[in-house]
């Protein structure tokens, strides 16, 4: 059975850094591109980045509005994807959910795990 | 970024009934070269991540009832639950994956009357 499962989340002040893990099971996980979101309460779900496989070159890709904030790695050996958030804002309050991308298709998100709240407050 | 905009934003129906959420995108989702569209649909229930119900508009994930059926091409998408069950109740979300960055329209909630 494929699990996700996210970690490190909670309360932290504006300004400080974060990191999120997304644990991983049930697949091969090298095989596949793992993707971040996060939805802010009661809002739609916002992409944030995606990391590819190292079969096709393992390197990240992050959307425009947290690129250079915040960065995506993965250890394979692991089986587990991280989220580093850095310089938090307010804003940034959501919470952020882990996904395994489809073989089928970029972009497609086929499993999720049950997502890890960050409160970005002092 | 192509912008999605599901309609309405709401939508009660009776249970047994037919719901029709309706997805439009900016832009075409239509890859010519494999004539397939790059759209996805998600259910979201409280206190749950998404689930994929459907994806290249019309293709049912395993698992998912037969009462999901989704419909469309190129920038019209329409996603149909042709006898609205109780457990049917959540928010449902579109989604292209057509180019990066990947967007999703702004959900629409699914309530019984």
């Known amino acids: 059975e494929v699990q996700l499962v996210e970690s490190g989340g909670g309360l932290v002040q504006p300004g400080r850094s974060l990191r999120l893990s997304c644990s991983a099971s049930?697949?091969?996980?090298?095989?596949?591109?793992l993707s971040w979101f996060r939805q802010a309460p009661g809002k739609g779900l916002q992409w944030l980045g995606f990391?590819?496989?190292?079969?096709?070159?393992?390197?990240?890709e992050y959307a425009a509005s947290v690129r250079g904030r915040f960065t995506i790695s993965r250890d394979d050996s692991k089986s587990i994807a991280y989220l580093q958030m850095n310089s938090l804002k307010s804003e940034d309050t959501a919470v952020y959910y882990c996904?395994?991308?489809?073989?089928?298709?970029?972009?497609?998100?086929?499993?999720w795990g049950q997502g890890t709240l960050v409160t970005v407050s002092s | 970024d192509i912008v999605m905009t599901q309609s309405p934003d709401s939508l009660a129906v009776s249970l047994g009934e037919r719901a029709t959420i309706n997805c439009k995108s900016s832009?075409?989702?239509?890859?010519?070269?494999?004539?397939?569209?790059?759209l996805a649909w998600y259910q979201q229930k409280p206190g749950q991540p998404p689930k994929l119900l459907i994806s290249?508009?019309?293709t049912r994930e395993s698992g998912v009832p037969d009462r999901f059926s989704g419909s469309g091409s190129a920038t019209d998408f329409t996603l149909t639950i042709s006898s609205l069950q109780p457990e049917d109740v959540a928010l449902y979300y579109c989604?292209?994956?057509?180019?990066?960055?990947?967007?999703f329209g702004q959900g629409t909630k699914l309530e019984s009357k």
């Open positions: 290249w508009a019309s």
């Open positions: 990391i590819r496989s190292k079969i096709y070159g393992g390197a990240p």
């Open positions: 996904s395994r991308v489809s073989s089928v298709a970029t972009d497609l998100f086929d499993y």
């Open positions: 049930g697949f091969k996980f090298g095989d596949h591109a």
């Open positions: 989604q292209q994956y057509y180019a990066t960055p990947t967007t």
């Open positions: 832009q075409s989702v239509l890859y010519s070269s494999n004539n397939k569209n790059y």
